[in-house]
């Protein structure tokens, strides 16, 4: 029916993930896009005021296993794309998959616990992808994307 939000059709919203999953996982696993993988484990999360989402694992054959930050920026790409050439990809990523606004102008998000955000929104710029001391990876973010794209986090 028109006006529909995606928590009205869980069912079609589920069904398409599951393609789009499946698809992703021959991509990387069958078709190799990322090098060839021995293996990959993953896990689906439904979150209640969000839509489904996939985290996944790859096991790299060691030929193909990122050893230095600079392989994994090379395969993982965190940006938002030009609203201009990618209207309704960018629209959908920043409507369904980016953190709101938050912080000072907003202190009644539901991210927010003692005026700072549990998500630590806004990230910060990053110059190139590095470890942070748990060895979690922090991507690249560069201060002219926002610029570009407008102030999203």
């Not at 990322?34 to 694992?57: C, D, M, N, P, S």
Request: net charge positive; glycine share 4%; with cysteine.
């Amino acid at each position: 029916m028109l006006g529909q939000q995606p928590q009205n059709r869980l069912d079609l919203v589920t069904q398409m993930f599951k393609i789009k999953l499946k698809e992703l996982i021959n991509d990387i696993h069958k078709k190799h896009i990322l090098g060839h993988t021995i293996a990959r484990i993953y896990v689906i999360e439904f979150q209640k005021h969000g839509l489904l989402h996939a985290h996944i694992f790859i096991f790299f054959v060691e030929d193909f296993k990122p050893h230095m930050v600079e392989d994994v920026d090379h395969m993982i790409n965190a940006k938002l794309l030009n609203p201009e050439t990618n209207k309704l990809a960018h629209e959908t990523v920043v409507k369904c998959m980016m953190h709101g606004a938050c912080g000072a102008m907003f202190p009644n998000a539901t991210c927010m616990e003692e005026s700072k955000c549990k998500k630590q929104y806004p990230c910060k710029f990053q110059s190139e992808i590095m470890t942070d001391v748990n060895k979690y990876l922090i991507y690249r973010r560069k201060d002219y994307e926002v610029h570009t794209f407008g102030s999203w986090h």
